[in-house]
C-alpha cells in the first residue's frame, strides 16, 4: 500500500487501475487520430466507459455474489465506506465484477454511440483491442492485493500469499493477465490486418477473454460460499453468454469488405 495526500491511502490495486485506463487511452487515441475521429468523441468516450465501468462492475458484485447488500447495506454499494464497530470507515471498493463491468461499458457504448453517432460494432471492435491490456493491469492489482488467489498447488511450485496462509498456490492473477496480453497483441495484430465488417474483431475478443477467464477459473479459489460444491462457479456461468455473443459475431460477419467502409456501416 501506498500513502499519498497525508493519511490518504492509495493501494495497487487502484494504482495499476488507474494505469490500465491510461494505457488504453494512449492507444485508442492514436486509433482514433489515425482514423481521423475528432477528439472530442475520444473525451467522451472516456467518460462514457469509465462510468460504465464502474458503476457496472459495482452492481454486478453485488447482483451477481452479494444481493443482499441491495437492502442490508445500499449506501457501501456506492460509496467506499463500510460499518465497522457501529461507525462507517473508509475501506476503499472492495466489490467490482468484471462481468458487471463488461455489461455496464457495453451499455455506456450504446449511450455513446447515440450522442456521436458512431457505429457500435466500429466502436467496440477499437475498445476489444484495448480491453485486455486494461485487464491486464487490473489483474495485476489483484496479484498485489492477494486478492482472486489461486488453489493449493499440492506441491512446492507456486507462489505463497502470505496475507492468507503459507501454501503455495496458482497465482491465477498473473496467468490471466499474462493471458490477457497475449489476446491484446493478437488484437492489435489484426486491427492492422482486419478486412471484416464491424463486429468480427469484438467477436473474436469475446471468445478469446471469456474462454480464457473460464479455463483459469478452475485455479481459482471460490470467491463465494455459495459457489462450494458448483459444477462451475459464477465466474464461469457468466463468461459463457459472451462467448455465445462471440461465436454469433463471427459467424454473422465472417465475410470480407472493402477497406473504404463508411463509420455507420456495420451496426
Same mark, same amino acid.
Given at each position: 500500500?501506498?500513502?499519498?495526500?497525508?493519511?490518504?491511502?492509495?493501494?495497487?490495486?487502484? !494504482?495499476?487501475?488507474?494505469?490500465?485506463?491510461?494505457?488504453?487511452?494512449?492507444?485508442?487515441?492514436?486509433?482514433?487520430?489515425?482514423?481521423?475521429?475528432?477528439?472530442?468523441?475520444?473525451?467522451?468516450?472516456?467518460?462514457?466507459?469509465?462510468?460504465?465501468?464502474?458503476?457496472?462492475?459495482? !452492481?454486478?458484485? *453485488?447482483?451477481?455474489?452479494?444481493? @443482499?447488500?441491495f437492502w442490508k447495506a445500499p449506501l457501501e454499494i456506492f460509496l467506499p465506506i463500510a460499518k465497522i464497530d457501529g461507525s462507517y470507515q473508509f475501506v476503499g471498493f472492495g466489490g !467490482?465484477?468484471?462481468?458487471?463491468?463488461?455489461?455496464?461499458?457495453?451499455?455506456?457504448?450504446?449511450?455513446?454511440?447515440?450522442?456521436?453517432?458512431?457505429? *457500435?460494432?466500429?466502436?467496440?471492435?477499437?475498445?476489444?483491442?484495448?480491453?485486455?491490456?486494461?485487464?491486464?493491469?487490473?489483474?495485476?492489482?489483484?496479484?498485489?492485493?492477494?486478492?482472486?488467489?489461486?488453489?493449493?498447488?499440492?506441491?512446492?511450485?507456486?507462489?505463497?500469499?502470505?496475507?492468507?496462509?503459507?501454501?503455495?498456490?496458482?497465482?491465477?492473477?498473473?496467468?490471466?493477465?499474462?493471458?490477457?496480453?497475449? %489476446?491484446?497483441?493478437?488484437?492489435?495484430?489484426?486491427?492492422?490486418?482486419?478486412?471484416?465488417?464491424?463486429? *468480427?474483431? *469484438?467477436?473474436?475478443? !469475446?471468445?478469446?477473454?471469456?474462454?480464457?477467464?473460464?479455463? %483459469?477459473?478452475?485455479?481459482? @479459489?471460490?470467491?463465494?460460499?455459495?459457489?462450494?460444491?458448483?459444477?462451475?462457479?459464477?465466474?464461469?456461468?457468466?463468461?459463457?453468454?459472451?462467448?455465445?455473443?462471440?461465436?454469433?459475431?463471427?459467424?454473422?460477419?465472417?465475410?470480407?469488405?472493402?477497406?473504404?467502409?463508411?463509420?455507420?456501416?456495420?451496426?
Amino acid at each position: 500500500m501506498a500513502k499519498l495526500f497525508g493519511t490518504f491511502p492509495v493501494r495497487y490495486y487502484g !494504482l495499476l487501475f488507474a494505469m490500465g485506463i491510461a494505457a488504453a487511452y494512449y492507444v485508442v487515441d492514436r486509433m482514433y487520430k489515425k482514423e481521423g475521429i475528432p477528439l472530442e468523441h475520444l473525451e467522451r468516450l472516456a467518460i462514457y466507459v469509465v462510468l460504465g465501468t464502474f458503476i457496472g462492475a459495482r !452492481l454486478g458484485h *453485488f447482483l451477481f455474489y452479494q444481493p @443482499e447488500y441491495f437492502w442490508k447495506a445500499p449506501l457501501e454499494i456506492f460509496l467506499p465506506i463500510a460499518k465497522i464497530d457501529g461507525s462507517y470507515q473508509f475501506v476503499g471498493f472492495g466489490g !467490482l465484477a468484471s462481468h458487471g463491468g463488461a455489461l455496464g461499458i457495453l451499455i455506456a457504448v450504446i449511450l455513446y454511440c447515440r450522442k456521436t453517432r458512431l457505429s *457500435f460494432l466500429w466502436v467496440v471492435d477499437r475498445l476489444a483491442i484495448v480491453a485486455p491490456l486494461t485487464c491486464a493491469f487490473i489483474r495485476m492489482g489483484n496479484f498485489m492485493n492477494s486478492e482472486i488467489i489461486g488453489k493449493p498447488t499440492e506441491g512446492s511450485y507456486g507462489v505463497i500469499f502470505q496475507r492468507v496462509d503459507n501454501i503455495p498456490r496458482h497465482p491465477t492473477q498473473l496467468y490471466e493477465a499474462a493471458s490477457y496480453l497475449v %489476446i491484446f497483441v493478437l488484437m492489435a495484430f489484426l486491427y492492422r490486418k482486419n478486412n471484416r465488417p464491424h463486429g *468480427f474483431m *469484438f467477436g473474436i475478443f !469475446l471468445i478469446l477473454l471469456f474462454t480464457a477467464r473460464f479455463c %483459469i477459473e478452475f485455479f481459482k @479459489e471460490e470467491q463465494v460460499a455459495f459457489e462450494q460444491g458448483m459444477t462451475f462457479n459464477m465466474g464461469q456461468w457468466l463468461s459463457i453468454p459472451f462467448v455465445l455473443v462471440g461465436v454469433a459475431l463471427m459467424i454473422y460477419k465472417n465475410k470480407p469488405v472493402p477497406a473504404t467502409v463508411k463509420l455507420t456501416n456495420g451496426s
